[in-house]
């Protein structure tokens, strides 16, 4: 009896550490499986230049800044680093051979414009923060449309996922609608996490058509549907940008560039789009 009973136990224990595991696991899932598939992305494996399915770098000067340095986009400042990375860079050139000022700093951008689009979903990137002061970096959306003026960003809205910086721990989330004169509108949230510098973070933004949810990690930042929710589709745009103008420099954004040791470096890891299943 006493053998029947041992073996009733070691059944029951069996059962009921059969019934945990299906928990345990579902918590250790990746939560972009619960009700996401992926369409559109990029590991950045490899060396040399983007996927140019993919991918477009612009090059033009970004930040105009007729008493001083400019702020440049070249195609330089945007490579695969061999390690799963694309790296976004910032350095100051001697600038001859682009303008009349002898320095100038530049910094590295890719986008989707052209190759990819998509309206609602999850957009998502996985990075590392600069280092140096004097520059930002971004993970944003854009809509050709953005420049619409009707009073609301439902006709197009300019998406900030994420812009952050080498000097502080803040990070900014914002939205851009009916262009960017006279009628432009903007809501934004700040938000301080410590040690965000530190180390690789994930950005994610849930777009719905009601709403914009944003994430860093698993924290949810910001919940909105200021402007009105953009209803058309946007392009993914990965920047690093420089001014020198007095609204960038200073303690509310970028900080001054004169403070840095240049070059310095912008590293993403993935990007990962999704739609709702």
């Not at 965000?196 to 949810?220: C, K, M």
Request: charged content about 30%; proline content about 4%.
């Amino acid at each position: 009896m006493r053998e029947k009973n041992t073996l009733i136990i070691v059944f029951l224990a069996i059962i009921i550490s059969g019934c945990k595991n299906p928990v345990d696991e579902k918590k250790k899932k990746d939560p972009n499986e619960k009700g996401w598939v992926l369409t559109w992305g990029d590991e950045f494996n490899g060396t040399g230049e983007p996927d140019n399915d993919k991918w477009d770098r612009p090059e033009y000067n970004r930040r105009n800044n007729d008493d001083g340095p400019d702020g440049w986009w070249l195609k330089e400042d945007s490579y695969l680093d061999g390690e799963g990375n694309l790296v976004i860079r910032a350095k100051k050139i001697n600038n001859r051979n682009y303008d009349k000022d002898v320095f100038d700093y530049s910094t590295g951008a890719v986008r989707s414009f052209g190759k990819f689009e998509q309206k609602f979903g999850k957009f998502q990137i996985r990075c590392k923060l600069p280092t140096q002061p004097g520059w930002w970096v971004a993970f944003w959306l854009m809509s050709p449309s953005q420049g619409n003026v009707d009073g609301t960003g439902e006709d197009g809205t300019e998406i900030d996922i994420m812009e952050g910086f080498g000097w502080t721990d803040q990070i900014n989330q914002a939205l851009h609608w009916d262009g960017y004169g006279d009628a432009h509108q903007s809501d934004a949230k700040k938000v301080t996490l410590q040690g965000i510098r530190e180390g690789y973070h994930v950005y994610t933004l849930e777009w719905y058509a009601g709403e914009y949810v944003f994430y860093v990690d698993s924290l949810e930042t910001w919940r909105t549907n200021a402007g009105g929710v953009s209803k058309v589709p946007a392009y993914v745009k990965i920047t690093g940008e420089l001014s020198t103008e007095p609204w960038a420099i200073n303690e509310y954004w970028a900080s001054d560039p004169k403070r840095s040791i240049f070059p310095d470096y912008f590293l993403v890891d993935y990007v990962r789009v999704y739609e709702w299943k």
